[in-house]
């Protein structure tokens, strides 16, 4: 609550002070840093619903608050933004009172409003206390989840039948604050729907067995993903975004134009100063002959713009290539290798190679692109030593074989699409990295004995290691992460 009597005397206080005094806060607090300046962008435009303190750093109630204020920044992390302005820094004195700010601490609501707009801000006049400061931020959160009950799971999944789609499966009836800020990331980008454990039509027709289980639809006639990892805000919204990539935030989604037009307009004024830089007669310490003809010099100003512009890579490279036994136990067969994905050609000249080693190039880039990492992917030639035994024990021996081996943890997979078209192999590449499918443990002795053929040097430590890796339970904890307990909110 405020303090009314203290209301004058701090307006006084603040308008006296000539100077601003160090703010509350550190940088390594929870708590957002905001200002006159960057409110706009950073809470007003924001996609997320914010808390934000108006305060004075000599204000004792304004330190008393403090540790509450912050534990509630920690508790709200990835839900929404607690915020705070030093209203006793000059530049902000103006932009405080326009808040309607007249004592400290001063805490307002500032939440988006639904279909853009000015926010809607509200005082918030209750305890001063990190859980009531929480529960009073939660209960403001838009809510963009799509409740689907059984009656309406057609129309949810024929609407916009080519957009991706997101359902939790849950045994609570009330939205969590985690799946709204969930919806929030993705709102125009993937519609994330509730599913009641009660809905047994819906429960069947996905297979789900356990609450909460999210289940991704990427759209089109892409096969769902059921998600296996942490209930968490991180882990979740990384499991999402290989469907679409989340809004970013502070800019709300429809300033995405505007974001790029500012980052293009910064491209091409840096590239008029390399010109102009560029064109400039270079300083020398060596004292030459006569400066070098326009037309000889013009050709070095071109090569050094070349050299310091970014390399922009707009076409998927080709898959690295392993040409020798002992880059591919270096990369993929030692005992600390974790997941690679190798496709072994007879000739990477034969179109059902180049099939496969195009669409794996394509999946490499889509996942660069998204800035989302992947493991590697190799083609390795038939003719390379060691790689024969290889796949005889692996008991394939097609023309083109793709497999992911795990050394690390024994275990491999084999595709076994009817043929290499992209959907196929990004469907199987999928399935592998989101731990779904059956693996196979890898032959005994296979590491040990290719780690003693490439390596005279090779200790029995190391073969001994690698033995006791393909014993070990066929699991990658990168690709199967253990799951966690069920998050109290879903």
Known sequence: MHHPTLCAVAVAV???????????????????????????????????????????????????????????????????????????????KPFCGSMGVQGFPTLKIVRPKKGGGKPMIQDYNGQRTASAIVDAVVQSINNYVVKVEDKSLDKFLSDEEESPKALLFTDKGTTSALLKSIAIDF?????????????????????????????????????????????????????????????????????????????????????????????????????????????????????????????????????????????????????????CVLAFVASNEDETAKKALENLSQLAFKHAQSKRHLFPFYEVSKTVDGVAPLLKSLDINGDVEIIAINARRGWWRHYEGADFGHASVESWIDAIRMGEGAKKKLPEGLIAAAVEETTSAATPKATDSATESIETKATDPTAEPETAAEHDEL
């Open 14 to 92: 603040l308008s006296a002070l000539p100077g601003a005094q160090a703010g509350l806060y550190t940088k390594k607090s929870p708590v957002v840093q905001v200002d006159a300046k960057n409110y706009d962008r950073l809470i007003a435009k924001s996609n997320y619903t914010s808390i934000v303190e108006f305060y004075a750093p000599w204000c004792g109630h304004c330190q008393n608050l403090k540790p509450a204020y912050e534990k509630a920044a920690k508790n709200l992390e990835g839900l929404a933004k607690v915020a705070a302005v030093n209203c006793d820094e000059d530049v902000n």
């Open 187 to 339: 709102a125009d980008v993937i519609t994330v729907g509730q599913v009641r454990n009660k809905e047994t039509a819906a429960v069947k027709k996905f297979g789900v067995t356990k609450f909460p289980t999210l289940v991704l639809l990427p759209g089109g006639d892409a096969s769902p993903i059921v998600y296996d990892g942490e209930l968490k805000k991180d882990a979740m919204v990384k499991f999402l975004s290989q469907a679409g990539e989340p809004n970013p935030d502070p800019a709300p989604a429809k300033a995405k134009g505007d974001k790029k037009e500012k980052k293009e307009k910064k491209e091409k004024k840096s590239e008029k100063a390399e010109k102009a830089t560029s064109a400039k007669p270079k300083s020398k310490k060596t004292t030459t002959a006569e400066p070098e003809p326009e037309s000889t010099a013009s050709e070095p100003a071109h090569e050094t713009e070349t050299q310091q512009a970014p390399v922009i890579v707009e076409t998927a490279l080709p898959i690295p290539a392993i040409h020798s036994q002992e880059k591919l136990i270096k990369e993929c067969l030692n005992e600390k290798s974790h997941t």
